[in-house]
């Protein structure tokens, strides 16, 4: 019994039983998502050292544990080595660029 549940949590932090529900092979998922990232989305890095981009608009909420958990609208989570300070900076950064100030007082 205890390897199942370890094994099922294992499964769980390296984000291998989402991508099977999905559908793709252990390896394909990293190939979805583009090197250099995209607008709308936050760079992170898992606790396993793997880059990880996910859609700004899909995060949930952010818990702050000795690791940050991202939990994602769709239940998922992921646990990043980055805090949650720094991945509420990339969230600033990406809302500042997209309002657009008038500087011209009428």
Do not use: H, W
């Not at 583009?34 to 760079?43: E, Y």
């Not at 981009?53 to 609208?73: G, R």
């Not at 992921?78 to 997209?98: G, H, T, W, Y």
Request: glycine share 8%; proline share 1%.
């Amino acid at each position: 019994m205890m390897d199942r549940a370890r094994k099922a949590r294992k499964e769980r932090i390296s984000g291998e039983r989402s991508r099977e529900r999905r559908g793709y092979s252990s390896g394909e998922a990293e190939n979805q998502v583009s090197d250099s990232g995209g607008k709308g989305m936050v760079r992170v890095v898992r606790l396993n050292g793997e880059e990880l981009y996910l859609n700004l608009l899909q995060i949930e909420s952010m818990e702050s544990i000795p690791e940050t958990k991202v939990k994602m609208m769709n239940g998922d989570y992921f646990l990043v080595q980055d805090s949650a300070e720094s991945i509420l900076d990339q969230i600033r950064a990406f809302v500042k660029s997209c309002i657009v100030y008038d500087s011209e007082k009428k």
